[in-house]
């Protein structure tokens, strides 16, 4: 395995050059990937739709490390999984589960945390995880770290939840709703009622105005086009949002009080 890519909550430097540096002083010849440090904190839902878009695009045999653990050193369960291409590493908080909406995974295995006894309790993504992710790079079987288990915690969504706010602004949501071309729609959040129309394209949308796409991801976007969506709503990762069809309403649409 020649690639590791990471995803974490920790902004800091100083955690993440040491994560690296347990990485390469096992592996010195391993390319390591940063994808995020930059997650919203203790926030597993935008870690979980990341490793989710990104772990399939590398190449087979690649490694994934993925951190957000509001609750290191408790009695949750540091994991390695095994899809059919790729090992994934990482707390069992649902930062996987995304994935396996898509796949099912091959093998679960439970880190035996008495392996690593001089682990800190605060930092186990440095003590346990960048150890493991560095001997598995090398082709060590993940059985040397622990138990095989049979499932993964998830995440329980409702459809209707924002997944992710890109760098755009734009709002990616987990529903997967089809509308024609044109057709407008009622984007609801808290006390906003809005119009927006659905479009293939982001040319296809007027300047400021609310637009809904089918993007990369394959999910349902609601963007402004050429502004930040997000902002204007003010809304955030987690939050809920209703998308539907604008049949039988009139416009134009107003706040509602």
Do not use: C, W
């Not at 490694?63 to 707390?91: F, N, Q, W």
Request: glycine share 8%.
């Amino acid at each position: 395995m020649k690639i590791v890519t990471l995803i974490t909550d920790f902004l800091s430097d100083l955690y993440i050059g040491q994560i690296k540096g347990v990485i390469l002083s096992i592996n010195p010849e391993i390319n390591l990937i940063d994808i995020s440090h930059r997650v919203q904190s203790y926030n597993i839902l935008e870690a979980a739709f990341l490793v989710s878009q990104v772990y399939a695009v590398f190449p087979t045999n690649s490694l994934h490390l993925a951190v957000v653990d509001p609750t290191v050193g408790s009695r949750r369960r540091g994991i390695i999984v095994k899809t059919e291409k790729y090992y994934l590493v990482g707390p069992d908080n649902g930062l996987f589960s995304l994935i396996f909406t898509k796949e099912k995974p091959l093998k679960i295995y439970e880190i035996n945390l008495k392996k690593f006894p001089e682990a800190s309790f605060t930092f186990q993504a440095r003590d346990i995880f960048a150890p493991v992710v560095g001997y598995l790079s090398l082709g060590y079987l993940p059985e040397k770290f622990g138990r095989e288990i049979k499932k993964i915690q998830g995440l329980k969504l409702k459809e209707g939840v924002v997944l992710f706010v890109d760098g755009f602004g734009n709002i990616i949501t987990n529903v997967k709703k089809k509308f024609r071309s044109g057709e407008k729609l009622i984007v609801e959040y808290r006390e906003r009622r809005i119009q927006a129309q659905f479009v293939r394209t982001f040319a296809q949308g007027r300047d400021n105005e609310f637009i809904v796409l089918t993007g990369s991801s394959g999910f349902l976007e609601l963007d402004k086009n050429k502004e930040s969506a997000a902002k204007d709503l003010g809304i955030k990762v987690g939050d809920e949002i209703t998308i539907k069809s604008a049949s039988g309403e009139k416009f134009p649409l107003t706040k509602v009080k």
